[in-house]
């Protein structure tokens, strides 16, 4: 079992800046693949950004040039950058874990093995 624990939502303008933070409870972290998702009252789940076992990542159209995803091994922990921030931004994000140690990123919810309990990101205009 592997426990996820998100941190740094908040509430912000448009245009700041935010960090979110995702903390594993084990190192089986280091052979996992990582997301970051977005979801909204009444929609669903939906796919920010994610990260390699090995390192690569990818991230939604939405988000690309502002969001950055990166992971620490060393603490267990994967971040997300998030820069210009806009009122869409505003979401429940969650970060998830799968078990992956390989190069293959994950866009699905489905595929996520572990999940976090989500932080609250609002942005005011």
């Known amino acids: 079992q592997v426990q996820l624990v998100e941190s740094g939502g908040g509430l912000v303008q448009a245009g700041d800046s935010l960090r979110l933070s995702c903390a594993a409870s084990?190192?089986?972290?280091?052979?996992?693949?990582m997301g970051w998702f977005r979801q909204v009252p009444g929609k669903e789940r939906v796919f920010v950004a994610a990260?390699?076992?090995?390192?690569?990542?990818d991230y939604a159209d939405s988000v690309k040039g502002r969001f950055t995803i990166f992971r620490d091994n060393a603490k267990n922990t994967v971040f997300l950058q998030m820069t210009q921030l806009k009122p869409e931004d505003t979401a429940v994000y969650y970060c998830?874990?799968?078990?992956?140690?390989?190069?293959?990123?994950?866009?699905?919810?489905?595929?996520?093995?572990?999940w976090g309990q989500g932080t609250q990101v609002t942005v005011s205009s």
């Open positions: 990260v390699s076992q090995a390192g690569s990542a």
């Open positions: 998830a874990a799968r078990i992956a140690p390989s190069n293959v990123l994950y866009y699905r919810p489905g595929t996520y093995d572990y």
């Open positions: 084990r190192e089986t972290f280091r052979s996992s693949a």
